[in-house]
């Protein structure tokens, strides 16, 4: 025997047996911070179905709880948190119930359906004392992290620019959303850059618009202008129906820094260049890096387990949903609008959200929108 014990892993229960509910099952089920012991489903029969394809064998599902009922599952199979992947409009009613049954909760982005239920999750992780961290997977990211470091060697980046042309033919919801591209995709740039730039967001200008060969019925194209309180800007331009030169998942990333500029095509290590044109090419991962959900898994488990508040914490996340709020606010409004605004009249309407005493009195601390947050 040598060294202090492995700490145990975290007994889970993924609740959403859909298309991510199934990426969720496979990466708890090769980790070894956590431990699937559930699986629920509102759809009778789901939860079974997705279990049996993740673990063929029968044997090795016995002791696997599955149901209807998140909370249920997770209180009958003795997890201590639940991975929230149901659709957005469900996330609010599922964590706030895991969260008030004293269970901790890692959840899929968005963090809620709107600002205001996202704002309310906030007041019920502070009344629960459980932890609620928002998976934000792009954020895993090693090539993301080394950008951020060859920038800070260039002195920081004050302007970090997005380019994204996709050309996918999904189907289904996003097709008929009035703002595809901001609301379903774009929260990940925005989310990264936070990653890339000091300083919490401020305003935000966005136009938006769907080009004439757009199979979308909504805003497939975009331009978002985000001001920080450092006065660092990041500016993103994107589109979904721009086939041809198409850009990585993540995107073309240029930061620009006193000292010279870091680019990222969004898949290889980034590469800065300085202002005296040397090249320097950003450090490779490391071979045990946890990339996307399987760093997130780890993170939140670590945390469980005594290690520091993830970035994804709520009152953390929840700026990049007030982004995207804000966003669809300007484009649709034509002006610039405020974080302070989007968010103070979130927290009015969580506040008026039924939900036990001990959320209200949270919620009824924070000075005003932002306040609650900044405490994270
Ligand atoms: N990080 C990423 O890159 C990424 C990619 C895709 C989806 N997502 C997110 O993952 C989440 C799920 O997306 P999806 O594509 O798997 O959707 P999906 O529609 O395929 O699956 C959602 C599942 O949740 C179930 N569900 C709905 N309400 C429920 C409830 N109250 N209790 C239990 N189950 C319930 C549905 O029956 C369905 O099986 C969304 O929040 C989405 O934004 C993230």
Not at 57 to 64: K, N, Q, Y
Not at 120 to 128: R, V
Not at 204 to 226: K, L, Q
Not at 333 to 358: C, F, I, K, N, Y
């Amino acid at each position: 025997m040598n060294g202090a014990p492995a700490s145990p892993p975290v007994p889970v229960v993924v609740v959403g047996a859909g298309g991510m509910g199934r990426s969720w099952m496979h990466v708890v089920l090769d980790s070894d911070c956590a431990r699937l012991v559930g699986v629920a489903d509102v759809l009778p029969g789901a939860a079974e179905r997705a279990l049996a394809e993740a673990v063929e064998d029968p044997r090795r599902r016995g002791g696997i709880v599955v149901g209807t009922e998140g909370t249920d599952v997770a209180l009958a199979s003795g997890a201590e948190a639940i991975i929230d992947v149901t659709i957005p409009e469900a996330h609010h009613a599922v964590t706030a119930a895991a969260l008030g049954a004293g269970l901790a909760v890692l959840g899929e982005k968005p963090c809620a359906a709107t600002l205001a239920e996202a704002v309310s999750l906030a007041g019920h992780a502070e009344a629960s004392g459980r932890l609620f961290m928002v998976s934000q997977s792009r954020r895993y990211n090693p090539h993301l992290h080394e950008a951020r470091r060859l920038a800070d060697e260039l002195g920081g980046a004050g302007i970090v620019s997005t380019r994204f042309s996709k050309a996918p033919r999904f189907g289904g919801f996003r097709d008929a959303m009035r703002h595809p591209l901001i609301v379903d995709m774009a929260i990940h740039a925005f989310d990264a850059a936070r990653v890339l730039l000091e300083g919490t967001p401020s305003t935000v200008r966005a136009i938006s618009h769907n080009p004439s060969w757009s199979w979308y019925a909504g805003d497939a194209a975009a331009t978002v202008h985000i001001t920080y309180s450092t006065g660092a800007v990041h500016v993103f331009t994107g589109s979904w129906c721009s086939p041809g030169q198409e850009t990585s998942w993540n995107g073309d990333w240029f930061l620009s820094c006193d000292g010279g500029t870091v680019s990222w095509d969004g898949e290889t290590p980034p590469r800065a260049v300085s202002a005296d044109g040397t090249a320097v090419d950003g450090a490779p991962p490391q071979a045990d890096a946890r990339w996307e959900l399987a760093g997130s898994l780890a993170d939140f488990c670590h945390a469980l387990r005594g290690g520091p508040v993830p970035d994804g914490e709520v009152r953390r996340n929840v700026w990049t949903q007030a982004i995207v709020e804000a966003a669809v606010r300007s484009a649709d409004e034509d002006r610039t609008v405020t974080l302070a605004e989007v968010l103070d009249e979130a927290l009015a309407r969580a506040r008026e959200l039924p939900g036990p005493e001990s959320v209200q009195e949270a919620l009824s601390r924070w000075e005003d929108g932002a306040d609650g947050l900044r405490a994270g």
